[in-house]
């Protein structure tokens, strides 16, 4: 008996080593399989009633390439392919379309494909204001205060909304004025999230807007300022934000957190 | 009555002796706690992604449950020759296929609502609320895989088992399918497919109305008047494939 036991143990070690070193030798790129991953509205037909249970498990596969490309400093050429599939498995989807868009803008720098992303959320749930403000939103961080207007403009016209639009689209208005307050929608949604992602996310917005204000001042004072204290103190932003506990400053230049 | 209460009493206790009943319910269990672990991975989307996955492991299991068994209840008593005791004593075969259905029905109900039961403590002690839409997606699973069980009683009674499990899930498929190939249809211009496209979709059973999953996991109400649905188009498909089964069962030699 201990002899088969013996040998069952020295067969399944023999097995892990086996996968083990062939796992080592022959590295795998785990992300070309989503080239071959049909266009989503194709997936729906083959899927046979489970298009939400694919949808989640993509939403999963979708955290993992994310951050799979983030650590090799990938190019995240599939991730709208990825979000595509998602939203057309599961239509009703919102955070599909949301963080998609999000994820798109961020990493891919294509406005473009944000924006079909969220046209698309659009288009298959016309109830929801939310995805007008996103979209405006979209337009708003990439400077596009006209579009960005009007999208939020199309978000305050439902009944549901919060005045969360009508903010924005006055923002939008005051155009580079309106840019400062951005940094407090940053923040809240850096305090409101539980995705780490979108928590990424928003500390880069955060960046971003000290950036912005940072060359706001060199552009009118024809200088470039000491440290984040002076732009606060000459009221190019509204706050300096705090993030566990660290601070977001400028050094030689840079923006750090 | 009398004689298919006896024939499914007895088709339920021969799948309870074989502990398929406990055997299924354990995995199912199992499967289900297993699901916590893409709670802290689905970024954010835990509650949603549970609960989808829940839904679609039940159906999945049961699904398996009666394609195993169904395809081998008929087989195994022409095999083992039982089914000349049976028809040793005055039963038609309608009576015969009818207990059977009920038996192996009996089997599914109760694996289903220990499943569910199941599930429905399992969101509360993770999630902490009672989330009691998912009771209307157990009854209508309930309908859709007692008709996906009379069509695998049916195909087992001229196929192998092998053959008809296979065509059973093949059936299932097109039963969650056939309304996306009319949508399709109805873009096409060719007279020949969209004959075709309503051919499948009207002669194959259809759960189009029946798979409510995305209305529960999302809270959007559906129409009350799908409960009536369940009570006519599935029960009809039942007593048809039943009846049909049972024609074809007299058509054998050995009666």
Same mark, same amino acid.
């Given at each position: 008996m201990i002899r088969k036991i013996f040998l069952i143990f020295f067969l399944i070690l023999f097995i892990f080593f086996i996968e083990y070193s062939f796992e080592r030798k022959i590295p795998k790129d785990?992300?070309? @399989?989503?080239?071959? $991953?049909?266009?989503g509205e194709n997936v729906k037909y083959i899927v046979s009633g489970f298009n939400n249970l694919l949808a989640d498990l993509l939403w999963i596969r979708g955290a993992v390439y994310y951050g799979d490309e983030k650590i090799r400093g990938g190019k995240f050429e599939y991730l709208y392919h990825i979000y595509d599939i998602i939203t057309s498995l +599961?239509?009703? $989807?919102?955070n599909g379309y949301i963080f998609g868009s999000f994820f798109i803008n961020y990493q891919l720098k294509n406005l473009k494909l944000a924006i079909q992303l969220l046209d698309k959320g659009i288009r298959e749930l016309? +109830? @929801?204001w939310v995805l007008h403000f996103y979209k405006g939103f979209m337009y708003y961080i990439s400077y596009d205060f006209e579009n960005a207007y009007k999208s939020f403009l199309v978000g305050s016209k439902f009944e549901k909304n919060t005045d969360r639009c009508k903010k924005f689209a006055y923002m939008s208005l005051l155009k580079e004025k309106g840019v400062q307050n951005l940094l407090y929608y940053w923040k809240e949604m850096y305090e409101k999230s539980n995705n780490i992602f979108t928590k990424e996310i928003a500390v880069e917005g955060m960046k971003e807007c000290i950036r912005y204000a940072m060359k706001k001042y060199e552009r009118e004072r024809k200088k470039s300022p000491k440290s984040i204290f002076e732009l606060l103190k000459e009221k190019y932003i509204p706050f300096i934000p705090v993030i566990e506990n660290r601070m977001i400053r400028i050094e030689k230049g840079e923006v750090i957190w | 009555m009398r004689k298919i209460k006896a024939i499914a009493f007895n088709t339920f206790k021969e799948g309870s002796r074989d502990r398929t009943l406990l055997s299924v319910s354990i995995a199912g269990i199992i499967i289900l706690i297993s699901s916590i672990v893409f709670i802290p991975i689905s970024v954010g989307q835990g509650i949603r992604v549970v609960l989808n996955f829940g839904l679609s492991v039940i159906e999945i299991l049961l699904l398996f449950q009666i394609i195993f068994v169904g395809t081998r209840i008929i087989y195994d008593e022409l095999e083992k020759k039982t089914i000349y005791t049976i028809f040793s004593k005055p039963v038609k075969p309608l009576e015969v296929f009818a207990g059977k259905f009920l038996g192996l029905g009996l089997i599914i109900f109760i694996i289903e609502t220990i499943l569910f039961i199941f599930f429905f403590l399992f969101i509360r002690l993770i999630f902490g609320f009672f989330f009691f839409r998912i009771f209307h997606w157990y009854i209508f699973l309930l309908f859709e895989l007692l008709l996906i069980e009379s069509v695998v009683l049916f195909l087992s009674t001229f196929m192998s088992p092998i053959t008809s499990g296979i065509i059973s899930f093949l059936i299932y498929f097109i039963a969650n399918t056939s309304h996306y190939i009319k949508e399709f249809s109805l873009k096409v211009h060719n007279l020949f497919f969209k004959i075709f496209a309503n051919i499948v979709y009207y002669l194959f059973p259809n759960f189009s109305f029946t798979n409510i999953k995305n209305n529960i996991v999302y809270i959007i109400p559906f129409e009350r008047e799908l409960y009536l649905f369940l009570l006519s188009y599935p029960i009809l498909y039942i007593i048809l494939m039943l009846y049909l089964s049972s024609i074809l069962f007299e058509r054998k030699e050995f009666l």
């Amino acid at each position: 008996m201990i002899r088969k036991i013996f040998l069952i143990f020295f067969l399944i070690l023999f097995i892990f080593f086996i996968e083990y070193s062939f796992e080592r030798k022959i590295p795998k790129d785990i992300n070309t @399989e989503l080239l071959y $991953f049909p266009k989503g509205e194709n997936v729906k037909y083959i899927v046979s009633g489970f298009n939400n249970l694919l949808a989640d498990l993509l939403w999963i596969r979708g955290a993992v390439y994310y951050g799979d490309e983030k650590i090799r400093g990938g190019k995240f050429e599939y991730l709208y392919h990825i979000y595509d599939i998602i939203t057309s498995l +599961d239509k009703r $989807f919102l955070n599909g379309y949301i963080f998609g868009s999000f994820f798109i803008n961020y990493q891919l720098k294509n406005l473009k494909l944000a924006i079909q992303l969220l046209d698309k959320g659009i288009r298959e749930l016309p +109830d @929801e204001w939310v995805l007008h403000f996103y979209k405006g939103f979209m337009y708003y961080i990439s400077y596009d205060f006209e579009n960005a207007y009007k999208s939020f403009l199309v978000g305050s016209k439902f009944e549901k909304n919060t005045d969360r639009c009508k903010k924005f689209a006055y923002m939008s208005l005051l155009k580079e004025k309106g840019v400062q307050n951005l940094l407090y929608y940053w923040k809240e949604m850096y305090e409101k999230s539980n995705n780490i992602f979108t928590k990424e996310i928003a500390v880069e917005g955060m960046k971003e807007c000290i950036r912005y204000a940072m060359k706001k001042y060199e552009r009118e004072r024809k200088k470039s300022p000491k440290s984040i204290f002076e732009l606060l103190k000459e009221k190019y932003i509204p706050f300096i934000p705090v993030i566990e506990n660290r601070m977001i400053r400028i050094e030689k230049g840079e923006v750090i957190w | 009555m009398r004689k298919i209460k006896a024939i499914a009493f007895n088709t339920f206790k021969e799948g309870s002796r074989d502990r398929t009943l406990l055997s299924v319910s354990i995995a199912g269990i199992i499967i289900l706690i297993s699901s916590i672990v893409f709670i802290p991975i689905s970024v954010g989307q835990g509650i949603r992604v549970v609960l989808n996955f829940g839904l679609s492991v039940i159906e999945i299991l049961l699904l398996f449950q009666i394609i195993f068994v169904g395809t081998r209840i008929i087989y195994d008593e022409l095999e083992k020759k039982t089914i000349y005791t049976i028809f040793s004593k005055p039963v038609k075969p309608l009576e015969v296929f009818a207990g059977k259905f009920l038996g192996l029905g009996l089997i599914i109900f109760i694996i289903e609502t220990i499943l569910f039961i199941f599930f429905f403590l399992f969101i509360r002690l993770i999630f902490g609320f009672f989330f009691f839409r998912i009771f209307h997606w157990y009854i209508f699973l309930l309908f859709e895989l007692l008709l996906i069980e009379s069509v695998v009683l049916f195909l087992s009674t001229f196929m192998s088992p092998i053959t008809s499990g296979i065509i059973s899930f093949l059936i299932y498929f097109i039963a969650n399918t056939s309304h996306y190939i009319k949508e399709f249809s109805l873009k096409v211009h060719n007279l020949f497919f969209k004959i075709f496209a309503n051919i499948v979709y009207y002669l194959f059973p259809n759960f189009s109305f029946t798979n409510i999953k995305n209305n529960i996991v999302y809270i959007i109400p559906f129409e009350r008047e799908l409960y009536l649905f369940l009570l006519s188009y599935p029960i009809l498909y039942i007593i048809l494939m039943l009846y049909l089964s049972s024609i074809l069962f007299e058509r054998k030699e050995f009666l």
